[in-house]
Nanobody
């Protein structure tokens, strides 16, 4: 059973940074794609960043240039470094995983199989 637990959310001022963490268990690194999604109030969920089992990363336009996804396989932890935060980044952020043979492909667009409960990020001026 894959379990994902996010942490690191909170309140930050515009222009600030946060690093989200996702503690993952119950999965085999070589078989899974891992990613970050978010959902703002009144909006649909959107993909942000994903990482293949070989470390290749992909980003949607919402995350490119400001967010960086990384993972520490020794700690089974996924990270999302978020810089230059804007008010429109306010949302619940979710860690996700898919048993995809380690390849993420279009999973940022269609969603993944396993989800954490989320961590709230609030950006204010």
């Amino acid at each position: 059973q894959v379990q994902l637990v996010e942490s690191g959310g909170g309140s930050v001022q515009t222009g600030g940074s946060l690093r989200l963490s996702c503690a993952a268990s119950g999965y085999t690194v070589s078989r899974y794609c891992l990613g970050w999604f978010r959902q703002a109030p009144g909006k649909e969920r959107e993909g942000l960043a994903a990482i293949d089992s070989d470390g290749s990363t992909s980003y949607t336009n919402s995350a490119k240039g400001r967010f960086t996804i990384s993972q520490d396989n020794a700690k089974n932890t996924l990270y999302l470094q978020m810089n230059s935060l804007k008010s429109e980044d306010t949302a619940m952020y979710y860690c996700a995983a898919e048993n995809s043979g380690g390849y993420c492909g279009r999973l940022l667009l269609v969603g993944m199989e396993y989800w954490g409960k989320g961590t709230l990020v609030t950006v204010s001026s």
